[in-house]
């Protein structure tokens, strides 16, 4: 099937000064979830996982790079709900809510995570749930989500939560893997982004170096890669 959202799409609409953003977010670093499989998840349910996995792999699907879910994006999206960011802190929520524009910032009564978890769980409730979906039903879904209008159940902006959604997923993708995405460098490898080697500067006078240099992230490991994402199940509901 043709993707709706493809790489390209993707690429365009996070742009460099997208990526840039993401290095630097300010969330705690992957090596303080070395056992990041072995925890309960932080923030989301196992269900709420399981539509952020499909979701995300509609934006971006397995090819020649990983899909979102294969590179950590879901386990990235969980610990930024979580943190200070996700949980609101320096938003003002107190009201009144006259009508903004995008360019005055956060206009909801609600956190970050409240937009996204509140999301996830009234369009599964209004079904069918995205992960009980074929492929073509899952980006058709998506699509119809990127589209609409009405309040999710009655409650959740949607154009609001899609947007979020979808940055939350390129954040994911292009972050620096201390922050559980971008596993084993898929963003960078895919874009030919060096990485952070201005961290090592042992290495600025080595000349066997290749050029360009393989991507190498803050924590870097030796063999280049990080913490895998934990497995997420397809198809079916869970409960936790």
């Excluded at 749930?129 to 980006?139: I, K, W």
């Excluded at 999710?152 to 947007?163: K, L, R, V």
């Excluded at 990485?195 to 050029?211: L, N, Q, W």
């Excluded at 992230?217 to 280049?224: E, L, R, T």
């Amino acid at each position: 099937m043709t993707h709706i959202f493809s790489r390209r799409a993707i690429l365009q609409s996070a742009g460099a000064s997208g990526v840039a953003a993401a290095i630097g977010l300010t969330s705690a670093p992957r090596h303080a979830f070395a056992q990041a499989d072995a925890r309960p998840w932080a923030i989301l349910t196992d269900t709420q996982a399981r539509w952020l996995a499909a979701a995300c792999d509609v934006f971006i699907p397995e090819d020649d790079y990983p899909s979102a879910s294969q590179a950590g994006v879901v386990d990235f999206i969980d610990l930024q709900m979580a943190t200070d960011y996700g949980q609101g802190a320096g938003l003002y929520l107190q009201g009144p809510f006259p009508a903004g524009t995008p360019e005055q910032g956060w206009q909801l009564d609600m956190t970050p995570a409240e937009l996204l978890l509140g999301g996830i769980d009234a369009h599964i409730a209004e079904g069918p749930a995205l992960f009980d979906l074929d492929e073509t039903g899952r980006a058709d879904a998506i699509r119809a989500l990127s589209e609409r209008t009405q309040p999710i159940g009655g409650g959740t902006p949607a154009t609001d939560f899609f947007t979020l959604l979808h940055s939350l997923t390129n954040e994911g993708y292009f972050a620096d893997p201390i922050y559980l995405g971008n596993y084993d460098y898929a963003g960078w490898r895919m874009v030919g982004f060096p990485g952070a080697h201005a961290y090592y500067t042992e290495r600025v006078d080595d000349a066997s170096i290749s050029t360009p240099p393989p991507p190498m992230g803050i924590a870097h490991q030796p063999n280049g890669r990080s913490t895998p994402p934990r497995p997420i199940p397809q198809g079916g509901r869970a409960d936790g």
